[in-house]
């Protein structure tokens, strides 16, 4: 039977996918992977609760719609930061990549 | 035709699988586009969670958004900051952590899933009645939402600006 | 009676034809499933290159059984396979060989909601139109992924700009629907032709329509919008490595796609299924569906080919600028009432 917290642990572990991706991971497009990842998750959780809610309120949809366009239009800068990050050093290993200057 | 009634167990079970191991894959494969094509099938699973929650639209946008344009960028950007052909930046996690991410991710959603285990009988365990038409999410977002939708607008254009000077190549 | 799990043969033929005459089973894998789809894809590929030689003054396939050169498909299919499918050095062997499947099932998948007459329609989806264009985003990222696993400089170079087009033109395509959904007021395809019982919507509509199918013909990589697979420059664009049944179910792909953009046109603009009562809905929702195929392929012997910053200019700024100039438009009409004689 699926219920709520069904959900809610599935929305878990893919925090904790994230989380391990960003923590561990050292090229820049796989640490974007998990940042993505993490932010599906949170949609995910939105959505489940908007659901479960009694009685249902559409808010809750609204708020996974905004969330879908910020992850959109963030991965775009961040991507765009990425290309110039390589462009400048030719290397997107965040561990060489941590002096400002150039 | 309603002889076969598939339950719905079998589906959010199937859907849990598609989209962890693809998010898995994501961070583990070794090529970044497999990883890339691992994250969009990670992203088609979410949307057929937001299927099953009643929620269509959000399912539609998801893969409309996520997996066509932002899969794209990503591939596309991976292309692009290739320095030879077969050649990764090395992620082999050093020395101690590998292990420490693990149990930090670990011990994360553990913490998550337990309190959402232990309130679990307080926790509607039904899908109440009631729906989500998609006719209300419009007048919703117009009415109840108008300052963030332009607000929306703003940060767009602001990112689109940003993303094109960012990337714009000095000549 | 019909039993589920059967345990007598009677009980299992019975059960058969259950499901073979049910409307499920018949919408699925005869009509509009997949028995027409395949059907429909090789006449039309018949079609294309008759009246294509018809244009240029010459007469196109002649001999392979049939009047005209009938079965010139079959012909191309059973070659297409007996070639040796060649994988290049060094490609990404599982993605080269998936991508072209992927390509044809997200082309064949939106048929689902595409709907052929009042009842013949698979899935009623109450957000069929956004689920359509969903799938349509899908395609570049699996073209520039294919052209990717191709390891050659033609292919990326002819998917990198195949990429390109198709995402400019995406936007206008969104546009120019949504004055449609805004005279019809819902996503639902089966909706919006209903509400075009009194009027077309091409009649209120018309610099949509035009958008539209200018925008449609830059998604579907024909000519005029020809670039990616220019052959002076770029050999055959993105499926240059393709040979074999590689090129067949690329060949399928886009052909699929050519009918299902026209369906699309047919749905949204000229009225889905409704006629005088004389021939049955589908076959006039087949007939309409024909001619704006017909008007998507003679632009190809007819127009030059758009360079390639003319053809991204386009779609960004001209298209985009009069789909969103019509959206005003019809948003002024519907205020102002004048279409309410027609129902709008």
Redesign the interface.
Known sequence: MVTLVSYIIVSAALLGIGVYGLSVKRNAMRILFAIEIIVNAANLNFAAFTRYLNPPQVSGQVIVFYSIAAAAMEAAVGLALILVAFRLNNTIDVRKLNKLKG | ?A??DIP??LT?VAL?AV??IG??L??QAR???????A??I??IG?AG??V???????A??????????????????????R?E??E????S?QSG??S???W???L???A??GV??LA?PN???????????????GP??AT??PI?LII?AL??SA?LI??LV??KVER | MVVFPPTTPQEVIALILYIITSHTFITIIIFPGFIHLTLVVMFLTWYERKLLARIQLRIGPLYAGGPGGILQPIADGVKLIFKEVMIPYKADKPLFLAMPLMLVLFAALPFAVIPFGQHWVIANLEVGLVFLFAMTSLFPSMILIFAWASNSKFPFLGGLRSLFQQVAYEIPMWVAALSVVMLAGSLNLTNIVEAQSKIWFIVPAFLSFIVFFIAIMAELERLPFDLPEAEPELVAGWFTESSGAVFMVIFLGLYMKVYLMSSLVTVLFLGGWWGPAFLPQPVWFIIKTLIVATFMIIPRGVYPRLRVDMLIKTGWTRLLIIALANVFLTILLIHSGILSAWGI
Not at chain 2, 123 to 137: A, K, R
């Open positions: 035709m002889l076969i719905p167990d959010f849990a989209t962890i998010a898995i994501a961070l090529e970044l586009i497999y990883g890339a094509v994250l969009a990670s992203f979410v969670f937001f099953s929650l009643d929620a269509p639209y959000l539609m946008l998801q893969i409309a958004i996520y997996v066509g344009a932002i899969v794209v960028l990503i591939l596309f950007t991976i292309m692009l900051v320095r052909v077969g990764e930046a090395k992620d996690p952590e590998g420490v991410g693990l930090l991710a670990g994360l959603s553990l998550i899933s959402a285990a679990g926790m509607p365990s039904t899908l109440p009645s009631g729906s989500l038409p998609v006719s209300e999410l919703t977002l109840q939402y963030p929306l940060l767009m990112t940003g993303a960012l990337a």
